[in-house]
């Protein structure tokens, strides 16, 4: 059973950097077939995606986020992250990592989420 | 707002059938069977329920399906039961941004 665990700090400062790992158990991030992805939630709000990488090197981000974001994939640990810069308070929310259906053509279609972990931006 | 449109609320007795639409352009929902649904309960993780569009992943009842018109997909709930009551989520695959999601449809069971 697959299982991914977002981890990283719950307090960034404006205009600093915010980091997070998400950390896939059960099975290989290196598989032909998986895409993983990054979705957020203002408390309150709903879901917005961030961007989806193959480990492969591939990566798609939302237009809105393109310019701060980098979503990298670490073979070697398992695990990917995600780097958003120059952070305001609007960056804040929850953050989930997730999979791609493997095998679907769809970019819509994550089956494994992890259970999401909050990061407020604050000074 | 959102690039998808989506109802605030829908609400159904327990049995009954409940229908979320979901309304996109020809750019996006209208033109790719790459349309999914989540379902969200309060303080989890969204779960994945439908995607292209009707295609039910394993352990999701069939209770839920997934259909969609012109520019309008719709997620249905049949025989309505009190777990199901949660917040909806739709999403599209859309050119200009690759992935779109509705503002979302919080579901009451009555």
């Known amino acids: 059973q697959l299982h991914l665990q977002e981890s990283g700090p719950g307090l960034v400062k404006p205009s600093e950097t915010l980091s997070l790992t998400c950390t896939v158990s ?41 310019r701060r974001v980098t979503i990298s994939v670490d073979t070697s640990n398992n695990h990917f992250s995600l780097k958003l810069r120059s952070v305001t308070a609007a960056d804040t929310a929850v953050y989930f990592c997730a999979r791609r259906v493997p095998g679907s053509g769809s970019p819509t279609s994550f089956d494994y989420w992890g259970q999401g972990t909050l990061v407020t931006v604050s000074s | 707002q959102s690039a998808l449109t989506q109802p605030p609320s829908a609400s159904g007795s327990p049995g009954q059938s409940v229908t979320i639409s979901c309304t996109g352009t020809s750019s996006d929902v209208g033109a790719y069977n790459f349309v999914s649904w989540y379902q969200q309960h309060p303080g989890e993780a969204p779960k994945l329920m439908i995607y292209e569009v009707s295609k039910r992943p ?53």
Not at chain 1, 30 to 42: A, L, N
Not at chain 1, 45 to 59: F, H, P, Q, R, V
Not at chain 2, 86 to 94: F, K
């Open chain 1, 26 to 66: 059960g099975g290989s991030i290196s598989s032909s077939s998986y895409y993983w992805g990054w979705i957020r939630q203002p408390p309150g709000k709903g879901l917005e995606w961030i961007g989806t990488a193959y480990y492969g090197g591939n990566s798609f981000y939302n237009p809105s986020l393109k």
């Open chain 2, 58 to 110: 394993s352990g999701v009842p069939d209770r839920f399906s997934g259909s969609k018109s012109g520019n309008t997909a719709s997620l249905t709930v049949s025989g309505l039961q009190a777990e199901d009551e949660a917040d909806y989520y739709c999403a599209s695959y859309a050119p200009s941004t690759n992935l779109v999601f509705g503002g979302g449809t919080k579901l009451t069971a009555l």
